[in-house]
């Protein structure tokens, strides 16, 4: 790389003002990626053949949502396996 170059691509991508936007940005992707994942593993989400219907295992007592607000659940529902 020409010093011209490169020193301009150090002085933009490399500035003390643009760690606080990669922190951010980090921490979104991060965020993002483990609520997918939750999604994913959630009971209405079908992965395997052997068992159509996983939605029909959860009990009324069991709690499915992430954040339950003025209900009160005996247990939490979780998902054997994929």
């Known amino acids: 790389m020409p010093k ?3 020193n301009s691509f150090m002085r933009n991508w490399w ?13 979104t992707v991060l965020g993002c990626g483990w609520y997918l ?3 994913a593993r959630g009971p209405h989400v079908v992965w395997t053949k052997s068992n ?3 939605w ?14 003025n209900q009160k659940f005996d247990k939490s529902w ?4 994929l």
């Not at 979780?78 to 396996?81: F, K, S, V, W």
């Open 15 to 27: 500035a003390v003002e643009a760690i606080p936007i990669y922190c951010v940005v980090g921490v």
């Open 56 to 69: 029909n295992e959860v009990k009324q007592d069991e709690n499915v949502k992430m954040m339950a607000v």
């Open 78 to 81: 979780t998902r054997d396996r």
């Open 37 to 39: 994942t939750r999604l």
């Open 4 to 6: 011209p170059i490169r």
């Open 52 to 54: 159509p219907t996983p």
